[in-house]
């Protein structure tokens, strides 16, 4: 389990990214981080919401209420403009982050 | 005798939805976007063979308890809480000045026509007769005595004491600018309340009609962001 601070730090680069690659409603975001990291990212469901109302008020995502196949309406969320630029700033960061402990830890770097 | 009580997944939800609404900085639109989420988090539950009593509460667990998610959505965004609260100060002051004037105006009418002499007593009290009847049901709504009989589910009682409160206090405040208008009164001599205009140069009626809507508006909104943010955070008895 990843602590509180890298917990907060990393859901926006997680859910821009997610989002990047498709529109997606907040259970089925949790579902695939869940999966994604193996249950390493376990997402309280309530705490999920108040950082894509943030993040949509930063103008980074937006949001549409829709209904889906199985005739429930769900609220949406798809990426932006501003959260594609806001995207490829985090993901230098991350990856300068990443291969800098790597360098330390002998991990192989990734190309930025 | 039948001992196992049969689960009612939709009642169930029905109580989490009362739960939730009980939570005054959530939206609408947040409750029903979480319950949307509780009823995704159920099915997929559902789908793994799980019954309904055990897929509720897990799906309930998962989301989390309302007054913690209410907590996190006030961290996001604290301004929000607060244009909630100014939305209903206001609408305490709109209500407290509809109010009163209807009432002062179907009071006077009604005395006008019933008993000519108390009519004019009661223009000469200022209309206070009128205020304090208003003070004190807002009073009673304040202390929430009306709140069991009128069966009022615990946000909104909490909301009616937000709005109650602004009535009080717009109400005190109002007593002391009657004590201006009868001032007035006396100086012309005649039975009007509104002649603050003839009897003063037009500085001392500006000042006068300043200090009356701030007094009004402005006093209450100032008291009640200064000393209640703390009522919207309670929280409502779980069973």
């Known amino acids: 389990m990843l602590t509180k601070d890298l917990m907060a730090a990393s859901s926006k680069p997680l859910l821009l990214s997610i989002l990047a690659g498709g529109e997606s409603y907040g259970y089925e975001i949790i579902q695939k981080v869940r999966e994604l990291s193996g249950g390493q990212i376990e997402w309280s469901d309530g705490m999920l919401y108040p950082v894509l109302h943030r993040l949509e008020r930063d103008g980074l995502i937006d949001s549409e209420w829709k209904q889906a196949d199985t005739g429930r309406e769900r609220k949406y969320y798809f990426i932006s403009p501003d959260g594609r630029k806001a995207l490829k700033t985090e993901r230098q960061q991350w990856l300068a982050v990443h291969n800098t402990l790597g360098k330390l830890w002998k991990i192989k770097p990734i190309s930025i | ?239």
């Open chain 2, 1 to 239: 005798m039948e001992n196992q009580t049969h689960f009612d997944l939709n009642a169930a939800i029905e109580g989490w939805r009362q739960e939730l609404a009980a939570q005054p900085n959530l939206a609408s639109d947040d409750r029903r976007e979480l319950e949307t989420h509780l009823l995704d988090a159920i099915a997929g539950f559902q789908r793994r063979d799980l019954n309904d009593e055990e897929s509720f509460w897990l799906a309930r667990k998962r989301v989390g308890q309302p007054q913690q998610i209410s907590e996190e959505f006030v961290k996001a965004d604290p301004a929000k809480a607060w244009r909630e609260r100014i939305f209903w100060m206001a609408l305490g002051i709109i209500m407290f000045l509809l109010l009163t004037q209807t009432l002062t105006f179907a009071v006077g009418i009604a005395l006008y026509h019933l008993f000519p002499g108390l009519h004019e007593l009661y223009v000469k009290s200022g209309f206070w007769p009128t205020n304090a009847a208003v003070l004190i049901i807002g009073m009673a709504l304040a202390r929430g005595w009306f709140a069991q009989s009128l069966k009022l589910v615990w946000f909104l009682k909490n909301r009616f004491q937000l709005v109650a409160l602004v009535i009080i206090l717009a109400l005190l405040l109002s007593i002391t600018q009657t004590e201006f208008a009868r001032e007035n009164f006396v100086l012309n001599g005649h039975h009007s309340s509104v002649v603050t205009w003839e009897w003063a140069p037009w500085i001392e009626n500006a000042r006068h009609f300043l200090w009356a809507y701030l007094a009004r508006i402005a006093a209450p909104i100032i008291f009640l962001v200064l000393f209640f943010p703390a009522q919207n955070q309670k929280t409502p008895k779980r069973s």
